[in-house]
């Protein structure tokens, strides 16, 4: 397998923007709903730019400008998003004109971003990059499915470099109607987020945070399927079982969702240390975003604040050097990653 | 590429037919579905669309679906499509799940035609709670998959008018890195009053039947439908004993970067994407014997696709039209649609008429506008380019070269 | 006519969303579109809309604005001339 590494990470979310500084102050949320610490845009997008960007495409194109910056490729191979609602806003700006004013004197400025799409387009209209340009939307395994990609092409080095980003946001309307089928709210003892992450994952090496082992996605799998697909990956990522040092699952305090993260760390991980991210970034559609940047920061730190720990069983090391993510949503959809320290072999 | 990308199956559904066999007849007779609006609820009886001749409650019955049970139009479509696919590539649920099958499909309005109607009792009461569910993209999928069963992974992309190409792009990518052996992909997408509106706000539709690359065209007529190919490797396919429909031989995936809703004037990611097939499958521009063209008639797309395709064929322009005279333009599902209509041209020898073409336009590509039959098409290429400069193109070729 | 144009300006301020604009930044006869404010062909369409809206005046075809919108002034005067609100 080619080595492929995360050079860069940059995050706005519901924590502070654009830095690590949630690692050792992490803010706190009683839930059920917040939305994202914005930075100051105008720092990095001038008026004329910005105007008619909603905060999703504002933070997508904040937080891909900077893992550019702050990685040695400056023009990326590809640029892939994931976002489970696209831009919603824009959506519900232009659906509730049309519903409550009839079909005349729509602004055509909110239909035009409303669609997935934008996203991604934006940044390369942004950086003037022709390369390949995909957005996924598959709910809450968007970002993998984007990251899946990206893998895919840089295994079969078809690129050498990718963007890959997880961005979603959360209107109070929204969160009323997520509340209603029961993905968010209810018993739920945790908050409900937004996301945006993008990353720079690549095949050069030079000061990655930490190397990508591989990922697979699963539907609707039997057992002895996620097993044996965690046993592949583990295969492809070099490492044996015990090596497999943190397991870090989704859990979100609501009773649906761990239930199922309970029962697989009982079958496939019985004896690992557990981490876990939604209690520092909340619960979205593209949250495993935030979780893998949690994981690569750790792992570039090399040290795993206490926060992030839970389940009863202690790590025999702190320093980090292979955690496994794992996510699911509503038992369904199932996706396995592997992130390994940079300088491990 | 390391293994040939087998195409084994293919379903259709659009507004010129219910499966291929009614698709190619339209195609033969020249029969455009685009018709005054019979089955959206909109005030703008003006426009022509090229819907689905079938209410959704007729697409419930087809497919056995209880009346009451929720789904969207979107996901109906793709089930009438997706179960022709399977029928021909003969994947029954126990193929599928023994073959690790997965299912790409590429929407982007989703279940809007249901959150159009029930947005408000979304934000005030419960009654439509199951609608909510059945919004985005994701769920359309799922739904499709859902009600076949069997398969190993799903995805969903959302690349506005690429979207099912790229979904067929990501299958080959899938098969080409070893995941897996087969792949069902394409894209479905129903008509709204969302982006009927949101289309008329940009002012890019014609009140009268689209004429692609016609100097007096005025817009695109909107159109729905599905569609899905089975892609397969050569041994998978071989070790099945079933007969390949096409190679699919090279696919280019670039970005115009140019606008979020306009095309560049010298179609710089149209270029790149179609040069970009070419590369892949070994080919030169003389290769190529007919290009279904993305050729949606607004004035900017026909004007900048055919820069492009100046750009890369020069004077060995290939016979050039596009089907969305006939369709109508299907947004996320006519990478998919009109894959499977280059199917059918290909196994019958002809090229499609580019209808409603008569006057040239110096900016543009002259098409096929009268009928073109007994014609062999060693290869195709057919484009896609959505909204934000996502332009995709693939590269079909004769299985028995 | 000095009170459309006031107005104007700040319906398109507000309708563009151009945040740090105020109405005695915007010059009557300066170029909207390409120099100037430097709006682009969606503007165009907010503009369209803004003429319906707020004057009920239809345009048919995009191309229109090319002409009406060169500047706030020329704008002004076709509203005047057309206005049927």
Known sequence: MRKIYIQSAEQISIQKPLCDEWMDAPELYDGPYTRSIDPNFKQYLSPTESRRLGKILKRALVTSVEAIRNSHTEMPDAIITGTGLGCIENTEFFLSALCNDGEQLLKPTYFMQSTHNTISSLISIHTGNHGYNVTYSQKGMSFDSALLDAWIQLQMSKIDSALVGGHDEMTPSYFTLLQRIGYVGGDMQGVCGECAVSFMVTADATDGMCQLGGIKMLYHPSADMLRNALSALLTEAELDEQDIDFVMTGVNGKKSNDEVYDKLVETLFPDKPLLRYKNVFGECYSASGLGLYTAASCLKRNSIPEFLKYGGIKSKRDDPRNILMVNQYENKMFSFIILKSACCK | MSEPILITGAGIVCAIGLDKTEVLHALLSEQTGIKPLKYLKTTHKEFPVGEVKLSDEEMATKLGIASDAPTTRTSLMGMMALEEALTEARLNRHDRESNNVAFVSGTTVGGMDKSEQYYNDFLANDSRNAYIATHDCGSCTEMIADHFGGFSVITSISTACSSAANAIITGANMIQAGITDMVVAGGSECITKFHLNGFNSLMILDQNNCRPFDATRAGLNLGEGAAYIVLESASSAAKRGVRPLATLSGYGNACDAYHQTASSPDGEGAFRAMEEALAMASLQPDNIQYINAHGTGTPNNDQSESAAMRRLFGNAMPFVSSTKSFTGHTTSASGSIETVICLLAMKHRFCPVNLNWQNADDECVVPVHQKLSDIALHHVLCNSFGFGGNDSSLLLSDINL | ?85
């Not at chain 3, 109405?23 to 062909?41: M, Q, R, V, Y």
């Not at chain 3, 809309?49 to 075809?61: A, P, R, T």
């Open chain 3, 1 to 85: 006519m000095d009170d459309l144009i006031l107005e104007l300006k700040k319906q398109i301020i507000e309708v563009l969303n151009l945040e740090d604009v105020k109405p005695e930044d915007i010059d009557d006869d300066a170029p909207l579109f390409g120099e100037g404010l430097g709006l682009d062909s969606i503007d165009a369409l907010e503009l369209i809309v803004l003429m319906e809206k707020n004057y009920g005046i239809k345009l048919k075809d995009p191309n229109q604005g090319k002409e009406i919108f060169k500047s706030v002034k020329v704008m002004a005067d076709y509203i005047k001339n057309n206005r049927t609100k």
